[in-house]
Protein backbone atom coordinates (compact mmCIF):
# COMPACT_ATOMS: atom_id res chain seq x y z
CA UNK A 1 0.00 0.00 0.00
CA UNK A 2 1.06 3.86 0.17
CA UNK A 3 3.50 4.86 2.40
CA UNK A 4 4.55 8.37 3.28
CA UNK A 5 7.63 8.95 4.45
CA UNK A 6 8.99 11.60 6.42
CA UNK A 7 11.85 12.85 7.94
CA UNK A 8 14.12 14.04 10.19
CA UNK A 9 11.99 12.59 13.14
CA UNK A 10 13.36 14.98 15.68
CA UNK A 11 14.45 18.52 15.02
CA UNK A 12 15.78 20.65 17.80
CA UNK A 13 17.00 24.38 16.95
CA UNK A 14 18.03 27.38 18.20
CA UNK A 15 15.14 29.86 18.11
CA UNK A 16 15.50 32.24 14.85
CA UNK A 17 17.12 29.13 13.14
CA UNK A 18 15.17 27.54 10.00
CA UNK A 19 14.01 23.91 10.02
CA UNK A 20 12.99 21.90 7.15
CA UNK A 21 11.10 18.62 7.45
CA UNK A 22 10.88 16.49 4.14
CA UNK A 23 8.08 14.02 3.05
CA UNK A 24 8.56 11.42 0.58
CA UNK A 25 5.91 9.53 -0.93
CA UNK A 26 5.82 5.46 -2.73
CA UNK A 27 3.08 6.47 -5.01
CA UNK A 28 1.96 9.45 -6.73
CA UNK A 29 -0.45 11.89 -5.07
CA UNK A 30 -3.24 13.73 -5.77
CA UNK A 31 -2.20 15.85 -3.08
CA UNK A 32 -0.38 16.26 0.05
CA UNK A 33 -1.38 17.82 3.55
CA UNK A 34 0.44 19.26 6.01
CA UNK A 35 -0.82 19.72 9.75
CA UNK A 36 0.38 20.97 12.96
CA UNK A 37 -0.31 19.20 16.25
CA UNK A 38 0.96 21.13 19.92
CA UNK A 39 1.92 18.85 22.12
CA UNK A 40 -1.12 16.92 23.90
CA UNK A 41 -2.75 18.64 21.29
CA UNK A 42 -4.44 17.17 18.15
CA UNK A 43 -3.72 17.89 14.49
CA UNK A 44 -4.55 21.16 13.03
CA UNK A 45 -4.26 21.99 9.22
CA UNK A 46 -2.21 24.27 7.72
CA UNK A 47 -2.16 23.44 4.22
CA UNK A 48 -2.98 21.49 1.01
CA UNK A 49 -1.01 21.40 -1.93
CA UNK A 50 -1.97 20.03 -5.29
CA UNK A 51 -0.14 21.21 -8.57
CA UNK A 52 2.92 19.79 -9.60
CA UNK A 53 6.14 22.19 -8.10
CA UNK A 54 3.33 24.15 -6.57
CA UNK A 55 4.43 26.75 -3.76
CA UNK A 56 2.99 27.96 -1.06
CA UNK A 57 3.85 30.45 1.57
CA UNK A 58 2.04 31.04 4.75
CA UNK A 59 4.40 33.82 6.97
CA UNK A 60 7.75 32.31 7.53
CA UNK A 61 6.25 28.86 6.28
CA UNK A 62 7.17 27.89 2.87
CA UNK A 63 5.44 24.41 1.20
CA UNK A 64 6.42 22.83 -2.16
CA UNK A 65 4.96 19.77 -3.87
CA UNK A 66 7.53 17.94 -6.24
CA UNK A 67 7.34 18.03 -9.76
CA UNK A 68 6.49 13.91 -9.85
CA UNK A 69 4.07 14.99 -6.98
CA UNK A 70 5.55 12.66 -4.92
CA UNK A 71 7.92 14.88 -2.13
CA UNK A 72 7.04 17.94 -0.13
CA UNK A 73 8.82 20.07 2.00
CA UNK A 74 8.21 22.35 4.81
CA UNK A 75 10.16 24.88 5.61
CA UNK A 76 10.13 27.59 8.33
CA UNK A 77 12.61 30.95 8.35
CA UNK A 78 13.54 32.08 12.17
CA UNK A 79 11.92 29.35 14.25
CA UNK A 80 10.02 31.53 17.20
CA UNK A 81 8.85 29.15 20.19
CA UNK A 82 5.27 29.14 19.30
CA UNK A 83 6.84 26.88 15.90
CA UNK A 84 6.94 24.00 18.77
CA UNK A 85 5.01 21.16 17.77
CA UNK A 86 4.99 17.82 15.30
CA UNK A 87 4.37 18.26 11.51
CA UNK A 88 2.64 15.85 9.84
CA UNK A 89 2.43 15.69 6.07
CA UNK A 90 -0.53 13.50 4.89
CA UNK A 91 -0.99 12.27 1.42
CA UNK A 92 -4.06 12.14 -0.48
CA UNK A 93 -4.93 9.18 -2.72
CA UNK A 94 -8.11 9.36 -3.60
CA UNK A 95 -11.57 8.38 -1.81
CA UNK A 96 -10.60 11.32 0.55
CA UNK A 97 -7.95 8.99 2.44
CA UNK A 98 -5.47 10.64 3.64
CA UNK A 99 -2.24 8.31 4.16
CA UNK A 100 -0.10 10.08 7.26
CA UNK A 101 4.07 10.69 7.69
CA UNK A 102 5.56 9.71 10.79
CA UNK A 103 5.74 13.29 11.75
CA UNK A 104 8.59 15.59 12.43
CA UNK A 105 8.62 16.87 16.59
CA UNK A 106 10.16 20.08 16.82
CA UNK A 107 11.71 21.27 19.88
CA UNK A 108 12.98 24.96 19.95
CA UNK A 109 15.67 26.17 22.51
CA UNK A 110 14.70 30.00 23.43
CA UNK B 1 -14.08 24.50 8.75
CA UNK B 2 -16.02 22.22 11.20
CA UNK B 3 -16.18 21.68 14.64
CA UNK B 4 -16.50 18.57 16.47
CA UNK B 5 -16.94 17.44 19.74
CA UNK B 6 -15.58 14.17 20.79
CA UNK B 7 -16.02 12.73 24.26
CA UNK B 8 -14.82 11.44 26.60
CA UNK B 9 -11.92 13.05 26.42
CA UNK B 10 -9.83 10.86 28.52
CA UNK B 11 -10.39 7.15 29.97
CA UNK B 12 -8.83 4.35 32.31
CA UNK B 13 -10.57 1.18 31.53
CA UNK B 14 -10.34 -2.23 32.31
CA UNK B 15 -9.05 -4.76 30.08
CA UNK B 16 -11.69 -7.28 28.53
CA UNK B 17 -14.55 -4.19 28.73
CA UNK B 18 -15.53 -1.84 26.49
CA UNK B 19 -15.42 1.79 25.39
CA UNK B 20 -17.55 3.79 22.88
CA UNK B 21 -16.23 7.32 21.71
CA UNK B 22 -18.94 9.65 20.12
CA UNK B 23 -18.17 12.48 17.57
CA UNK B 24 -20.90 15.21 16.90
CA UNK B 25 -20.09 17.90 13.94
CA UNK B 26 -21.64 20.89 13.38
CA UNK B 27 -22.26 20.20 9.71
CA UNK B 28 -23.28 17.65 7.41
CA UNK B 29 -20.91 15.65 5.94
CA UNK B 30 -20.32 12.53 3.75
CA UNK B 31 -17.67 10.91 5.45
CA UNK B 32 -16.12 10.52 9.45
CA UNK B 33 -12.83 9.24 9.36
CA UNK B 34 -11.27 7.26 12.66
CA UNK B 35 -7.59 7.55 13.34
CA UNK B 36 -6.07 5.90 15.84
CA UNK B 37 -2.09 7.84 17.55
CA UNK B 38 -0.35 6.16 19.64
CA UNK B 39 2.00 8.46 22.11
CA UNK B 40 4.32 10.63 20.20
CA UNK B 41 3.87 8.13 16.92
CA UNK B 42 1.93 9.33 13.67
CA UNK B 43 -1.86 8.95 12.87
CA UNK B 44 -3.41 5.15 11.69
CA UNK B 45 -6.87 5.61 9.87
CA UNK B 46 -8.49 2.56 11.09
CA UNK B 47 -11.37 2.93 8.67
CA UNK B 48 -13.98 5.21 7.22
CA UNK B 49 -17.45 5.87 8.20
CA UNK B 50 -20.47 6.54 5.54
CA UNK B 51 -23.79 7.30 6.45
CA UNK B 52 -26.37 4.60 5.97
CA UNK B 53 -23.76 1.59 4.62
CA UNK B 54 -21.20 0.08 6.42
CA UNK B 55 -17.56 1.16 7.93
CA UNK B 56 -14.58 0.65 5.16
CA UNK B 57 -11.81 -0.92 7.58
CA UNK B 58 -8.09 -0.43 7.13
CA UNK B 59 -5.56 -3.80 6.87
CA UNK B 60 -5.22 -4.57 10.38
CA UNK B 61 -8.53 -3.17 11.81
CA UNK B 62 -11.79 -5.50 12.21
CA UNK B 63 -15.37 -4.77 12.66
CA UNK B 64 -15.45 -7.22 15.65
CA UNK B 65 -12.90 -5.30 17.59
CA UNK B 66 -13.99 -1.44 16.73
CA UNK B 67 -17.52 -1.44 15.57
CA UNK B 68 -19.06 1.47 14.35
CA UNK B 69 -22.18 3.56 13.78
CA UNK B 70 -22.70 6.48 11.59
CA UNK B 71 -26.67 6.78 12.14
CA UNK B 72 -26.94 10.04 10.62
CA UNK B 73 -24.26 12.99 9.07
CA UNK B 74 -23.18 14.65 11.90
CA UNK B 75 -22.63 11.69 14.49
CA UNK B 76 -20.65 8.52 14.80
CA UNK B 77 -18.78 6.48 16.97
CA UNK B 78 -16.39 4.22 17.51
CA UNK B 79 -16.11 1.09 20.13
CA UNK B 80 -13.47 -0.44 21.24
CA UNK B 81 -14.31 -4.51 22.14
CA UNK B 82 -12.82 -6.56 24.32
CA UNK B 83 -9.84 -4.17 25.45
CA UNK B 84 -6.47 -5.06 25.85
CA UNK B 85 -3.42 -3.19 27.31
CA UNK B 86 -2.15 -2.48 23.51
CA UNK B 87 -5.50 -0.94 22.71
CA UNK B 88 -3.80 2.36 24.36
CA UNK B 89 -3.83 4.87 22.73
CA UNK B 90 -5.78 8.27 21.54
CA UNK B 91 -8.27 7.63 18.92
CA UNK B 92 -9.33 10.65 16.72
CA UNK B 93 -12.23 11.13 14.51
CA UNK B 94 -12.01 13.62 11.33
CA UNK B 95 -13.86 15.04 9.06
CA UNK B 96 -13.54 17.34 5.57
CA UNK B 97 -16.56 19.36 4.81
CA UNK B 98 -15.72 20.49 1.52
CA UNK B 99 -14.86 16.50 0.58
CA UNK B 100 -11.18 16.74 -0.31
CA UNK B 101 -9.75 19.82 1.24
CA UNK B 102 -8.35 20.21 5.08
CA UNK B 103 -9.59 18.14 7.48
CA UNK B 104 -10.75 18.89 11.09
CA UNK B 105 -10.00 16.83 13.65
CA UNK B 106 -11.52 15.87 17.18
CA UNK B 107 -9.68 16.57 20.19
CA UNK B 108 -9.09 13.23 20.66
CA UNK B 109 -10.29 10.33 23.35
CA UNK B 110 -6.59 9.08 25.38
CA UNK B 111 -7.35 5.44 26.12
CA UNK B 112 -5.29 3.68 28.87
CA UNK B 113 -6.51 0.03 29.45
CA UNK B 114 -5.28 -1.29 32.89
Known amino acids: GQQVMQIPQYQHVQEGEDFTTYCNSS?????IQWYKQRPGGHPVFLIQ?????EVKKQKRLTFQFGEAKKNSSLHITATQTTDVGTYFC??????????FGQGTRLTINP | SAVISQKPSRDICQRGTSLTIQCQVD?????MFWYRQQPGQSLTLIAT?????????ESGFVIDKFPISRPNLTFSTLTVSNMSPEDSSIYLC???????????FGSGTRLTVV
Open chain 2, 94 to 104: SVSPTGTYGYT
Open chain 1, 27 to 31: TTLSN
Open chain 1, 49 to 53: LVKSG
Open chain 1, 90 to 99: AGGQGAQKLV
Open chain 2, 27 to 31: SQVTM
Open chain 2, 49 to 57: ANQGSEATY
